[in-house]
């Protein structure tokens, strides 16, 4: 199995993003939607000068999401997204026409999703995003 690590990117001050990876459970095969029961994200605005500090994004905290919109069953290599040759299995743009999710420009940000296994470990996903 990989190491886990935070995938780090930009996303326009009051836009979003569209958040891709390849998710592997426990056993290092990559995850389907029957592997997962539930699925959350929560954005949190970050404070650069403590790392222990996080504040919630008004709207986009522990927000549920359908587990079908969020991951594929097989790796997914279209045209647009890919950013290598194996694929990703999962995808999420989080919604901002009733909360902005990343609204002040030269702030770091952390997206994460929670997904529930439906036997095993929680699954974190985490995204590190700077907003310019």
Do not use: C
């Not at 996303?11 to 290092?28: I, M, S």
């Not at 929560?42 to 927000?63: C, K, P």
């Amino acid at each position: 199995m990989a190491d886990a690590q935070d995938v780090h990117g930009i996303v326009f001050k009051n836009g979003t993003a569209t958040f891709l990876a390849r998710v592997v459970g426990a056993d290092g095969t990559n995850i389907t939607q029957a592997d997962i029961s539930t699925a959350t994200y929560s954005i949190y605005r970050l404070n650069d000068q403590n790392a222990d500090t996080r504040t919630d994004v008004t709207g986009h905290a522990d927000v549920s999401l359908t587990v079908s919109a969020i991951i594929t069953d097989t790796l997914q290599t279209d045209a647009i997204w890919t950013v290598d040759s194996t694929g990703y299995n999962f995808a999420h743009t989080p919604i901002i026409s009733s909360n902005e999710a990343f609204a002040i420009a030269g702030r770091s940000y952390l997206v994460e999703y929670s997904l529930t296994p439906a036997s095993g470990q929680l699954i974190l996903v985490r995204f590190r995003t700077g907003a310019i």
